[in-house]
């Protein structure tokens, strides 16, 4: 998956609104969700280009990072609109954002978009690959001064112990020093600043 095309795109989105791509709902949040969202596919054995992908649009269409109920479903919405052709979205996609989309089969798209939809949401979900979703934002709320509780974050708990909690919670405190910069910079196509966040 072109992860730095997807990344590319939908900074534009958050340009667009004019807010700061470091701050509390950018790159950083992105980057810890997506690697939150890893580690937990890679031992329950769920998707893991749908977890990096919601890590990428989760909160791409956010209008502010304060009050917005319907960034989830303007992600969601945005991913249908990509998925089935429609020239006239407001948030065009490249050509490799759309041939991303295209690839997911029809089952992970689902889910994909049903974890867009509603990862702010009181759902609590049965799906695996849209629980690991949840679980690994969740698991980013220290970053906001919210200690993750395992029954909310809905991530497996056999894998979401106190302990990966914990780790979590030191990943946010940390920002993004602990990253491999090669592999952030492989995979997304830039450098960490060190003013971020």
């Known amino acids: 998956m072109n992860e730095s095309a997807i990344l590319a795109n939908n900074l534009g989105h958050v340009r667009r609104n004019r807010m700061n791509i470091w701050g509390v709902h950018g790159i950083a949040h992105w980057w810890r969700v997506r690697h939150n969202g890893l580690l937990i596919a890679d031992q329950i054995g769920v998707d893991p280009t749908v977890v990096t992908m919601f890590a990428l649009c989760h909160d791409a269409f956010r209008q502010n990072d304060y009050t917005d109920p319907e960034h989830g ?108 910069e090669s592999e952030f910079r492989s995979k997304w196509g830039m450098t960490i600043p060190p003013d971020h966040e």
């Not at 759309?98 to 049903?114: K, P, Y």
């Not at 698991?139 to 990966?164: C, E, N």
């Open 73 to 180: 479903p303007r992600a969601a919405a945005w991913l249908e609109s990509v998925r089935s052709g429609d020239p006239c979205h407001e948030h065009p996609a490249s050509d490799e954002v759309r041939d991303v989309v295209a690839g997911f089969d029809q089952e992970a798209f689902t889910s994909l978009v049903i974890a867009c939809r509603k990862h702010t949401s009181r759902h609590v979900p049965e799906n695996p690959t849209i629980a690991t979703c949840f679980a690994a934002d969740r698991l980013d709320l220290w970053r906001v001064g919210t200690r993750p509780i395992a029954k909310f974050t809905y991530g497996d708990p056999s894998v979401v112990t106190q302990a990966f909690i914990e780790d979590a919670m030191h990943r946010s405190e940390a920002r993004l020093t602990w990253v491999d």
